[in-house]
Nanobody, 127 residues
Framework: QVQLVESGGGLVQAGDSLRLSCVAS????????MCWFRQAPGKEREFAAS???????????YYADSVKGRFTISRDDAKNTVYLQMNSLKPEDTAVYYC?????????????????WGQGTQVTVSS
């Protein structure tokens, strides 16, 4: 069983930056594809970014069009942590942000493809 704990959310103004962190328990973190989803009030959970290992020291990151160029996903396997650096934040980025893990190192954009989920961290961007 893997437990995921997110942190780093908060209230910021438009144009500001935030970095979210997600720490995973377990010893097989490096073999998991990791992603960030977000869910705004009254909306469905939507994919934001994913990252998976493609080689000994190489990774592939993928982004939703809505965050591409502003958000950066990264991971530190030695710390069992995945990050989401969010720059140039907009009010429409306001949501609860969740990290999730796929145990087969497969990164998908649909939320039901992920095996483990964190509890979420709130990001609020004021205009």
């Amino acid at each position: 069983q893997v437990q995921l704990v997110e942190s780093g959310g908060g209230l910021v103004q438009a144009g500001d930056s935030l970095r979210l962190s997600c720490v995973a328990s377990g010893r097989t973190f490096s073999s998991y594809a990791m992603c960030w989803f977000r869910q705004a009030p009254g909306k469905e959970r939507e994919f934001a970014a994913s990252i998976r290992r493609t080689g000994a020291n190489t990774y592939y990151a993928y982004y939703a069009d809505s965050v591409k160029g502003r958000f950066t996903i990264s991971r530190d396997d030695a710390k069992n942590t995945v990050y989401l650096q969010m720059n140039s934040l907009k009010p429409e980025d306001t949501a609860v942000y969740y990290c999730a893990a796929n145990a087969k190192n497969r990164a998908y954009t649909n939320y039901d493809a992920y095996d483990y989920w964190g509890q979420g961290t709130q990001v609020t961007v004021s205009s």
